[in-house]
């Protein structure tokens, strides 16, 4: 048996090669795409500079914050499959620790760091650990349970959270005596999910644990035979999803110095669900698209309608029908290029024979 | 004319367990509530075989297959894998332990490349930690294009020639079959299970089926198969199990199960003319409904006993 004595395995015959990778082009999608990041970089890094304005920082902030959330449950939902509907949980939990951590005991807000991802780690362990056993929609009706169950902890637990008032006066990030302004803390919050959201989740996305993700997502039994763990591989999609939310958690009790019950509602976690979906499940650019279009949507409308959230369902209504891949799909490198899907393979298929021998069928 | 691979020269026996048996099944019984789709069923595959199994429909093939691989835990009985006993372990060890599996109806991942697709068989074999796709190592590159050379060195074994970057889903039938194949020896197995690996395929693909399981078999990779196409089974089993009722009724070389009455029996029932047979089932019969009876009483007299 060949099998191959450095790595112990039985190896193909002959090493397949990678084909020689097509010249890039800036005029190709994917010219296009790079072009339309290095866009997205700059407009987000000068922002600041063509208007300073409170509400446009304000709003750029939470934009930022919302996109990395919605990248963090892009994971869950987009790569491994699994219906989290009480994605906004870990948020709070991130939210929370950072702020009882500086305000209580007076740690400096980076010092929080490794606490909100220990809480998030054990939060999505706590939670995920019994509910991953079960499937799609069970697995939906459960985290929903549990989003509202920490928010009803945070609400009732006055000496520890501050009951329905919430903590306040959460000091922003400072590093040595040097604290951020708010324009300040908008550069940092984009640093922090440009590297982590932006360049972090889709390298992780590439690797083996990426493909086993999706593997699970497509087919949990055929992933099983494939020697792939499902269970730690979804446990590992629910905290690495967890941890993220939890540090834009942390982003968000920094930013607006106050953490409530209220924040963290149902509708909080169904409007992040519904940033993944109306911009692409498993796409990164859609994803960032339809965090943008959550935050932005309910404030560009706000002089249009006063029933803004109507007029934001009935548009979302519109895009879900007319785009039910999502404006973005992962299938596709750019919204308006074709399909990856209908690329023609370029498979010889054999020549179809009907000429049976009908001896071949029975056992004689 | 059993081949004898994985660098073994003679059957080795080493603290009292054959090492040229790669997998033994005994007594296995595999109940879903009234239903006994497994009964009894013993098998051993010896490493470097081909050994098919056949049976008419609802004879419990699929269901010795998920015992096997793990995927169901059997009844009662015991299934040793490498002398191991792996009735509970988890289907992605035994996968790992060095078996691999493909499914009756094609279970790709649909919303993935074909190479990735392959890639994915790779998995419990790559050290590869998630920081180092995060931070994009050395060692990350490193693994990548091992597993990159290994996918694509598998697809090619397989004869697949397309393009490997499209969906599975944009592939005819018969390449997607080859597609799992390939995905299935990407996890460097020592048995390979194949489903009904013909079915629906046409006459030209039967054939290049054929010769790609005795390529497979040259590598020293031992194949348990199931298949109803009986050409194929005769064409490349060294050894054939028949399987009827969850039991296997019949185990040889293709020409002795060719000729075996009991196989031709089973496929097309037995004559009028058999009286013992015949008479066999009457006895059957009976005894059901002697069962039946009692269990009718039985009902009857509960009313008295739930009354209180």
């Known amino acids: 048996m060949p099998i191959d004595a450095k790595t112990n395995l039985l190896l193909p015959p002959t090493t397949g090669q990678a084909r020689a990778k097509a010249k890039f082009s800036w005029t190709s999608d994917h010219g ?7 866009v997205g970089i700059v407009f987000v890094f000068a922002l600041p500079l063509i208007n300073s304005g409170n509400y446009t920082i304000q709003l750029g902030t939470q934009a930022l914050i919302y996109i990395l959330l919605a990248l963090g449950l892009n994971v869950v939902v987009g790569y491994a499959g699994l219906l989290d509907l009480g994605y906004v949980a870990f948020f709070a939990v991130g939210a929370y620790t950072s702020g009882i951590l500086t305000t209580r005991l007076g740690w400096p807000m ?14 999505g362990i706590v939670i995920g650990g019994p509910t991953l056993r079960l499937r799609s929609d069970y697995l939906a009706i459960v985290t929903l349970g549990f989003g509202e169950i920490i928010r009803i902890v945070a609400q009732n637990w006055e000496p520890v959270t501050g009951g329905p008032s919430g903590i306040f006066g959460i000091p922003s990030w400072s590093f040595g005596g040097f604290t951020l302004n708010k324009i300040q803390l908008y550069y940092f919050c984009a640093v922090v999910v440009l590297l982590l959201g932006c360049f972090g989740i889709p390298r992780l996305a590439k690797g083996k644990l990426g493909r086993a993700w999706k593997a699970v997502r497509d087919d949990e039994d055929a992933a099983e035979a494939m020697g792939i763990n499902t269970y730690t591989t979804k446990i590992t999609a629910y905290i690495i999803g967890a941890v993220w939310a939890g540090l834009a958690g942390q982003l968000q009790a920094s930013f607006i110095s106050v953490v409530t019950p209220s924040s963290f509602v149902f509708l909080q976690s169904a409007l992040v669900l519904m940033a993944v979906v109306i911009g692409g499940m498993g796409s990164v650019p859609g994803v960032i698209l339809g965090a943008i279009i959550i935050t932005l949507g309910p404030e560009l409308l706000r002089d249009v309608w006063e029933n803004r959230y109507l007029a934001f369902g009935i548009l979302l209504l519109v895009v879900m029908l007319a785009r039910p891949k999502g404006l973005w799909p992962s299938t596709s490198v750019l919204p308006w290029s074709r399909d990856k899907r209908d690329h023609d393979a370029k498979v010889e298929t054999p020549a179809k024979s009907h000429d049976y021998d009908p001896q071949e069928e029975v056992p004689s | 004319m059993t081949h004898i691979a994985h660098g073994t020269t003679t059957a080795q026996v080493l603290d009292g367990v054959d090492r040229n048996i790669l997998l033994s099944v005994e007594n296995l019984v595999m109940r879903f509530g009234g239903v006994t789709a497994v009964d009894g069923m013993n098998m051993t595959v010896e490493r470097g075989e081909i050994l098919s199994v056949i049976g008419p429909n609802g004879a419990g093939k699929t269901s010795v297959f998920n015992c096997i691989s793990g995927f169901y835990r059997p009844t009662s009985g015991s299934i040793k894998f490498l002398a191991e006993e792996i009735t509970k372990t988890r289907p992605s060890e035994i996968t790992k332990m060095g078996m691999a599996r493909t499914f009756q109806n094609l279970r790709l991942f649909k919303d993935m490349s074909i190479l990735d697709n392959v890639k994915t068989g790779l998995h419990s074999r790559i050290k590869q930690h998630w920081y180092h796709a995060f931070l994009h190592t ?21 004869g697949f020639s397309g393009d490997e970057r499209v969906y599975v889903t944009q592939l005819p039938y018969g390449e997607q079959r080859r597609v799992e194949i390939a995905r299935a020896l990407c996890t460097s197995p020592q048995l390979l299970l194949l489903d009904e690996p013909a079915a629906g395929l046409n006459h030209a693909e039967k054939r290049a089926l054929i010769e790609l399981i005795r390529k497979i078999q040259a590598l020293g990779v031992s194949i348990v198969l199931i298949e109803h196409d009986m050409g194929l089974v005769m064409d490349i089993s060294e050894r054939i199990i028949v ?10 070389t293709p020409e002795e199960i060719r000729s075996n009455p009991l196989v031709i029996e089973a496929y097309l029932g037995a ?28 009902i009857e007299a509960e009313p008295e006993k739930r009354g209180h």
């Open chain 1, 32 to 38: 296009i795409l790079r072009i339309l990041g290095i």
């Open chain 1, 110 to 123: 980076w010092a929080t760091i490794p606490a909100v991802i220990l809480m998030c780690v054990i939060a």
């Open chain 2, 243 to 252: 399987l009827n009722y969850g039991k296997e009724i019949a185990v040889g």
């Open chain 2, 138 to 158: 050395p060692s990350f590159k490193k693994t990548e294009h091992f597993i990159d050379e290994t996918a694509r060195g598998w697809l090619e074994f397989v």
């Open chain 2, 271 to 298: 004559e009028e003319g058999q009286a013992a047979d015949a008479t066999g089932a009457d006895v059957e019969l009976l005894a059901d409904e002697a069962e039946i009876d009692e269990a009718l009483e039985e």
